[in-house]
């Protein structure tokens, strides 16, 4: 039995530099679409609701709050209340904020198995 000798190198021959580089030029498409990802996300307006519509909160698709209505009809209700729904429609707002961003990431990176982003 004779023994191959490895060549000498940095283990990887042509296929693996072949490979490496096309893995450096989709990770560098990644990272230009998470920029207009960034700036998309931001134009967006997602709504959270509590009261039956009579809260609404809105985030960016950043998470960014954006504004918050209070119908005149739950004015009478009390702080309390007022409170408890704002808090009800803030954490709806930002489940679908955040949903909306990890959808958008996962179309992004469309199955590639980069770290860090599972």
Known sequence: MTQEKEK????????KMKELA?????????QEG?????????????????GG????VYLSGNQEPRRV???PDVLG???EVISDLVL???????GNSTAT??????????????????
Request: proline share 3%; net charge negative.
């Open 77 to 79: 209700e009390g702080a």
């Open 53 to 56: 519509g009579l809260v609404k």
């Open 22 to 30: 096309e893995a450096f030029k989709k990770a560098q498409q990644v």
């Open 101 to 118: 961003m990890r959808e958008r990431m996962e179309e992004l990176t469309g199955g590639l198995n980069l770290p860090g982003l599972g």
């Open 8 to 15: 000498p190198g940095f283990g990887f021959g042509l296929g």
């Open 34 to 50: 998470a920029k207009k990802l960034q700036e998309d996300l931001d134009q967006l307006e997602i709504l959270g609701e509590a």
């Open 69 to 71: 209505e209070i119908s």
């Open 88 to 94: 009800v429609a803030m954490r709806e707002a930002y």
